[in-house]
């Protein structure tokens, strides 16, 4: 068992479309930041996060000072990392990790396939409390073509097998924009990991889009815990802020105990 049975985790995966609502009408980021706060979640897996924006900062009045991972992590999340993947001329945007405990390494992986769709596998390492491993937690934001999000599961594939024990509690959370679901059955296959809401409930979470969800894009991945609960989060306000809806999972001692 990789974690104490007294432990538990809440993970929340968001993509926050850059601070936007759909079709880019509403800079909402101030929203967008009280209400994850009150999801209490440990661990917040983000997608489509401003590290900069020159043009932006100049023109919309509420744009933070800060980076956006840090404008949203404040005082709840001591411990953050983001990954880079998009750069262009006005500044850049890529994934984020924000902790309540601390993060022992970070790694931003360039998965891209192309010059133009720029994707990267942002992998942490947490100090999560009564652990004998540390917890490996990916934020990831997978490709719009299904070629492509072949070629990025199988690198995640090689990095886990690679680079952490197989006894390691594991998270992959983020937008695998895998409208047609093939996903799961390649990472359960090839990593021996389940879906959150696949186990709770036998089927993937809706969540695009946000004002009618229609696609199930936004997944959490895990391995050597249990998922106690998995519930996606809707309602007025989160259907008018980013065009994706965030999920929430639960977790706690490895699921070797409980099976």
């Known amino acids: ?4 049975s007294k432990s538990r985790l809440r993970i929340l995966t968001y ?3 850059k601070g936007f609502t759909a079709f880019n009408r509403k800079f909402v980021l101030e929203q967008i930041k009280k209400s994850i706060e009150q ?3 440990d661990l917040v897996c983000l997608q489509e996060v401003v590290g900069s924006h020159s043009k932006n900062a100049k ?9 956006q991972f840090e404008f949203l992590a404040d005082k ?13 001329t006005e500044g850049d945007h890529g994934n984020a990790v924000l902790s309540k405990y601390p993060i022992l390494f970070t ?12 994707r990267g596998l942002l992998h942490v390492t947490i100090d999560f409390p009564k652990s004998n491993h540390p917890l490996h937690a990916f934020s990831v934001h997978l490709g ?32 695998f924009n895998d409208w047609r679901q093939d996903a799961s059955s390649h990472i359960k296959k090839d990593l021996r990991m389940d879906e959150a809401f696949m186990h709770t409930s036998g089927k993937h979470a809706y969540t695009y889009p946000s004002n009618f969800p229609l696609l199930a894009l ?9 998922c106690v609960r998995a519930d996606p989060l809707e309602g007025n306000t989160w259907n008018t802020l980013s065009d994706h809806l965030p999920l929430v999972a639960e977790f706690e001692a490895g699921a070797e105990s409980r099976k």
């Open 1 to 4: 068992m990789s974690l104490s």
């Open 15 to 17: 993509n926050i479309h």
């Open 39 to 41: 999801t209490q979640a």
């Open 59 to 67: 023109e919309i009045k509420d744009w933070p000072k800060s980076s």
């Open 76 to 88: 709840v999340w001591p411990h953050f990392s983001y990954g880079k993947n998009s750069v262009y």
């Open 107 to 118: 790694e931003n992986q360039d998965v891209s396939s192309n010059k133009v769709e720029r």
């Open 144 to 175: 719009l073509f299904q070629r492509d999000r072949t070629k990025q599961i199988v690198k995640l594939a090689e990095r886990i097998s690679k680079m952490i024990p197989n006894e390691a509690p594991v998270i992959i959370a983020g937008d």
């Open 218 to 226: 936004d997944r959490i991945y895990y391995r050597n815990l249990h």
